[in-house]
């Protein structure tokens, strides 16, 4: 029952997971959905706009892969804050050098990298804070919640364009959910 994760031993970890996931997917699905456009928008070709969201990607696997690895030999929580803020800085830096088409492509790798690499984490955290028969809801419930911000962190981007925002400071101002979903990470009682 959801209600279970809703009584006193399990709140806390709910309330932090749904918030977590929430921004941490905001900043995903915006970085996903507009890394080829804005790179477009900041002056790289087609191509360019095309090879980074392929390159950002490609980070991304490198970064599940060896965070999995560095699973088994460091704690948990404290490697998923590491990735965060480091996916977070990423963004920034990516932002800040947008127009400069190498420095980008090579950027891109860090923020696929530590970016996709911190939601692994999270799909292995939030697990661990339940017990085995709510395990599966507690699971559900939590990506359920990180896809709505999924979709309207793309969505904001899209209004924030229209108005005229530069892709450089679109990046900085998604990176701030990252931050904010490793305050929550950062709070969440793993003992």
């Known amino acids: ?50 090879s980074g969201g392929m390159i950002l990607h490609l980070g991304g696997i490198i970064g599940q892969l060896a965070f999995g690895f560095l ?19 990423c963004m920034i830096l990516f932002g800040m050098y947008s127009h400069e088409s190498i420095i980008a492509m090579y950027i891109a790798v860090g923020v696929g990298f530590f970016l996709m690499g911190a939601i692994t984490g999270f799909y292995t955290l939030c697990p661990a804070l339940y017990p085995a028969d709510i395990r599966a809801t507690a699971m559900g419930w939590a990506i359920g919640i990180g896809r709505i911000g999924a979709i309207f962190s793309p969505f904001v981007a899209g209004v924030l364009l229209d108005l005229e925002w530069t892709s450089s400071s679109l990046f900085i101002v998604f990176s701030i959910p990252m931050l904010v979903g490793l305050i929550f990470v950062m709070s969440i009682r793993t003992d």
Do not use: C, H, N
């Open 71 to 89: 699973s088994a030999k460091f704690a948990l929580k404290r490697l998923i804050i590491i990735y965060m803020f480091v996916a977070a800085v």
């Open 1 to 50: 029952s959801v209600r279970r994760l809703w009584t006193t031993e399990y709140r806390g970890a709910t309330t932090l997971m749904w918030l977590g996931f929430f921004m941490i997917m905001a900043s995903m699905y915006f970085v996903l959905s507009w890394t080829p456009k804005l790179l477009m928008d900041a002056g790289s070709s087609t191509k360019q706009g095309i």
